[in-house]
């Protein structure tokens, strides 16, 4: 072997080491990161985004990984945390989903059934009125004589609200005057409450929510359950 050949495989030994110790490198900065980062986790995206008190399902989300270390306590791992769930805020597109974005559906008491009924948004919801929250249910009725004074009646205090659903439009062609789009509320009630929302949705001229206080029961005495103008002294 001549000079020149030594010089050859020199060099070549030389770029071996080098490819080595640069394999040797990337291979201890990747350790490093991964000791860093950790093992990936799965979490849940929004898909797009999810109106407050919407009714909560997998198919409205995306699975994603992330490093364990980097999600926080809150966020869902399992989409089965959904299940009777709805949203408590606006979920954004691409939110990560966390249990204190959602709180579970009102359920049904016993003795209770549910009855909806559509309400004028624009007197009757206003955007304030939201699963869980109670309301004094109001019908205005015409007088059944003429000579009768026309009347407004606390049908039902204190009705626990379970769903607001979404602004529909009404059917124009029809004869009935009344608002052109409304809101179905849905309550839990007994059955003569029950009764008497079906009796004022059928019968009165209008029919409105009156929201409740919070935390508070609104206590109706029997003098101020029916109103009439003239009675108003």
Not at 7 to 21: D, E, H, P, Q
Not at 202 to 225: I, K, M, N, W, Y
């Amino acid at each position: 072997m001549n000079s020149r050949q030594r010089r050859g495989v020199i060099l070549l030994l030389l770029s071996v080491l080098c490819a080595l110790g640069a394999f040797a490198g990337v291979l201890v900065v990747i350790g490093d990161v991964n000791s860093k980062v950790g093992s990936e986790v799965v979490a849940y995206r929004a898909k797009g985004d999810i109106a407050p008190y919407t009714p909560l399902a997998a198919a409205q989300f995306e699975e994603v990984r992330i490093p364990k270390r980097w999600l926080s306590d809150t966020a869902v791992t399992d989409l089965g945390a959904l299940r009777d769930k709805m949203s408590l805020t606006t979920l954004k597109k691409g939110s990560l989903l966390q249990t204190d974005m959602y709180v579970g559906r009102p359920q049904l008491q016993p003795g209770e059934q549910e009855i909806a009924i559509m309400i004028d948004a624009s007197t009757g919801v206003a955007g304030k009125i939201t699963p869980g929250s109670k309301v004094n249910i109001l019908g205005t009725f015409k007088g059944k004589k003429p000579t009768d004074p026309d009347q407004s009646v606390v049908m039902v205090a204190n009705a626990r609200v379970i769903n607001v659903g979404k602004l529909t439009p009404l059917d124009k062609d029809s004869e009935k005057k009344g608002p052109a789009e409304a809101v179905p509320i849905t309550f839990a009630l007994n059955t003569k409450d029950s009764q008497r929302v079906a009796y004022a949705e059928s019968f009165a001229e209008h029919v409105r929510l009156a929201l409740v206080s919070p935390g508070t029961d609104s206590q109706v005495s029997p003098g101020d359950r029916w109103y009439t103008l003239e009675g108003d002294k």
